[in-house]
T-cell receptor, first 117, second 112 residues
């Protein structure tokens, strides 16, 4: 597509419930990233995919968080047993890596605002 | 660990004023440095970047120079417009990784 698409744009869920957040990257972008942005803070890295595999998941806060990208395109971030502290904007980004080890600059989606009540 | 420190906002300016938003970093090795901008209701957009010392990134009248000696990447614009009102994030990426480390953001408000 023309940009990175994230759905839903807003999600309200009850504490303890399971949620899935979807990211549809720019067509042809091999790298996909998830970040979390809490109110008044900068985005914090969660996980990075190169193709179908998670190349770096060091930012996932605990084992309630999991992400997949089974066909190397769309990715889903899954959060189990949600807690109020999970409330944040979840950002997805994609990039066309040009072979160098320096990020070329991401294209971010507009994010999913998750509110856990 | 690696980190980015930005000046706290909001920064409030009149139209056509000079803008500086300070950014300093701590990193092992020689990172790439970025400024991202988030306009109201929109997603993060890359504004400019610099990949090595003394490089100057520029875009839309904004400039930032990679200063290794002072570990800084301050954002400047000679004459701001109301349409520049947004939140600005400084970020770095260390060679060998693909993740960005962001500062906390600085809100710029420009009044006519």
């Amino acid at each position: 597509g023309a940009g990175v698409s994230q759905t839903p744009s807003n999600k309200v869920t009850e504490k303890g419930k399971y949620v899935e957040l979807r990211c549809d990257p720019i067509s042809g972008h091999t790298a996909l990233y998830w970040y979390r942005q809490s109110l008044g803070q900068g985005p914090e890295f969660l996980i990075y995919f190169q193709g179908t595999g998670a190349a770096d998941d060091s930012g996932l806060p605990n084992d309630r968080f999991f992400a997949v990208r089974p066909e190397g395109s769309v990715s889903t971030l899954k959060i189990q047993r949600t807690e109020r502290g999970d409330s944040a904007v979840y950002l997805c980004a994609s990039s066309l890596r040009d072979g160098r080890r320096v990020p070329y600059g991401y294209t971010f989606g507009s994010g999913t605002r998750l509110t856990v009540v | 660990g690696d980190s980015v420190t930005q000046m706290e906002g909001p920064v409030t300016l009149s139209e056509e004023a000079f803008l500086t938003i300070n950014c300093t970093y701590t990193a092992t090795g020689y990172p790439s440095l970025f400024w991202y901008v988030q306009y109201p209701g929109e997603g993060l957009q890359l504004l400019l970047k610099a990949t090595k010392a003394d490089d100057k990134g520029s875009n839309k009248g904004f400039e930032a120079t990679y200063r290794k000696e002072t570990t800084s990447f301050h954002l400047e614009k000679g004459s701001v417009q109301v349409s520049d009102s947004a939140v600005y994030f400084c970020a770095l990426s260390t060679k060998g990784t693909d993740k960005l480390i962001f500062g906390t953001g600085t809100r710029l408000q420009v009044f006519p």
